[in-house]
C-alpha cells in the first residue's frame, strides 16, 4: 500500500516554503549570512530536531518558525530553499503544487520583495522544467500584523500580482487573536488589481468554525486551509460540501501543534461522508517531521481506506487545485493509471 501511496499522483496546497527550512540548512544559511541566533536557541541539529517535537501550540512553533525565517537573505537562499523541497517531494509522487510564501517575514528585515520573489519563482521554474512539476506562489499575509502592513506588502508585490506570478492570496499566522475581518480591505485590493487572483486563508485551525464562516462571508475565499473546525458547525459543512470547498488538511502538524492527540482524531471520514472535499499536505514539513507521503502514511495507518477511498481523496486534491485544466486532466490519467496498476496486487493481498 504505501508503494501505491507513493506512486498516485499527489498535488500539495498548504505547504510554507520556509516551513521547509531543515535545521542542516537552517545553521549553514547562519553561518554564510552572519546572522546571530538567539543565545538561548539550540546549538546543534539534532538539539533543534529535539526541540521541534515538543511544541506546545500554534505559538510555539511561529517562534521558531520566524527566527528561521531570518537566515533567509539573499535570492539563492530563497532558491536553494524551495528547490531543495521540490526535488524531496518530488520522491514522494508530487505533480503539483501550490505554495506559500510570508514576504513580511522578510521585508520586515529589510530584504527586497523582488528578491524574495525572484529566488522562489527560480526554483518553480526549475522544477517545471527539470521535475515536471507544476506550481503556483501563493502569497501570505501575516494576520498578527496590522492591515496597513498587508496593504504596503500588497502594493510592492501589485506587479507580480497583476501579472500572475503571485497566483492567489493567503493568510497565516497566529489565528485566533487575528480574525479574518481585519484583513477585508487587503482581499478587496489584490481583487481590484487582479480580478482573477485567487484567494485562501488559514481558518479553523485553533480557531472555531466561525473563523471559516467570516473567511468565506468577508474576505470571499474559495479555498480554506486546515478548516477541520468546520465540523462542529453542520450548515457550514453543507455549505462546503454544496460549494466543493477544498480543506487544505495537514495531518502530522495537527498532531505536532497539540490541535488533536492523534491523526486518528482527525475528521477526515466525516468530512468524506459529507462529500466535503480536502487535500492532504505537509504544512512546515522541516518543523513537524513529514513531507506530503509521510502525512498520506500517517492517515493510511489510522484510517485504513480501500484503493478507491484513497483514489477519490486524490482526484479530490486534483480539482481542487487552481492548474489549468489540461494539466488537471493529465494527472487524473495518471491517478486511473497508477490505480489500476495497483489494484491487483492490493486485493490479492487483502483477499
Ligand atoms: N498556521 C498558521 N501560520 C503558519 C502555519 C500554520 O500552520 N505555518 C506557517 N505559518
Ligand atoms: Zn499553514
Not at 528585515?109 to 517545471?128: E, S
Not at 453542520?234 to 466543493?244: A, P, V
Amino acid at each position: 500500500m504505501e508503494c501505491f501511496l507513493r506512486e498516485l499522483p499527489k498535488c500539495e496546497h498548504h505547504l510554507h516554503l520556509e516551513g521547509t527550512l531543515e535545521p542542516d540548512l537552517l545553521f549553514p544559511l547562519a553561518s554564510r549570512n552572519n546572522i546571530q541566533l538567539p543565545d538561548n536557541f539550540p546549538k546543534t541539529v539534532e538539539e533543534l530536531n529535539k526541540r521541534y517535537s515538543q511544541f506546545a501550540d500554534l505559538q510555539d512553533f511561529l517562534d521558531f518558525y520566524y527566527i528561521g525565517t531570518n537566515v533567509l537573505v539573499q535570492e539563492d537562499d530563497f532558491f536553494d530553499l524551495a528547490w531543495a523541497y521540490f526535488q524531496r517531494a518530488k520522491s514522494d509522487g508530487l505533480w503539483h503544487c501550490e505554495v506559500f510564501f510570508d514576504p513580511q517575514s522578510h521585508t520586515e528585515r529589510g530584504i527586497d520583495l523582488d528578491v524574495v520573489v525572484k529566488g522562489f519563482q527560480r526554483a518553480c521554474d526549475k522544477a517545471q522544467s527539470e521535475l515536471g512539476i507544476t506550481t503556483q506562489l501563493i502569497m501570505c499575509l501575516l494576520r498578527h500584523l496590522p492591515s496597513q502592513s498587508g496593504l504596503a506588502t500588497i502594493e510592492s508585490a501589485r506587479e507580480h500580482i497583476a501579472n500572475g506570478t503571485i497566483h492567489a492570496l493567503g493568510l497565516d499566522s497566529a489565528e485566533k487573536p487575528f480574525p479574518p475581518q481585519l484583513f477585508c480591505d487587503c482581499y478587496s485590493r489584490v481583487k481590484e488589481i487582479n480580478p482573477s487572483i485567487q484567494l485562501t486563508a488559514h481558518a479553523g485551525e485553533e480557531g472555531d468554525a466561525d473563523f471559516v464562516t467570516n473567511s468565506l462571508n468577508l474576505l470571499n475565499v474559495t479555498r480554506i486551509d486546515h478548516g477541520i473546525n468546520s465540523v462542529h458547525d453542520d450548515i457550514l459543512i453543507k455549505r462546503l460540501s454544496d460549494n466543493q470547498t477544498l480543506l487544505t488538511v495537514c495531518p502530522l502538524s495537527n498532531v505536532k501543534l497539540q490541535v488533536v492527540k492523534d491523526v486518528s482524531e482527525l475528521p477526515l471520514q466525516k468530512l468524506l461522508d459529507a462529500n466535503v472535499p480536502f487535500s492532504l499536505n505537509s504544512d512546515d514539513p522541516a518543523y513537524f517531521g513529514g513531507y506530503i507521503l509521510d502525512n498520506y502514511v500517517a492517515v493510511h495507518t489510522r484510517f485504513g481506506w480501500s484503493i478507491d477511498t484513497w483514489a477519490q481523496v486524490a482526484v479530490n486534491a486534483i480539482n481542487g487545485s487552481w492548474c489549468h485544466q489540461d494539466r488537471k486532466d493529465e494527472i487524473l490519467r495518471e491517478i486511473a493509471n497508477v490505480v489500476e496498476k495497483h489494484r491487483p496486487i492490493i486485493e490479492k493481498i487483502s483477499a
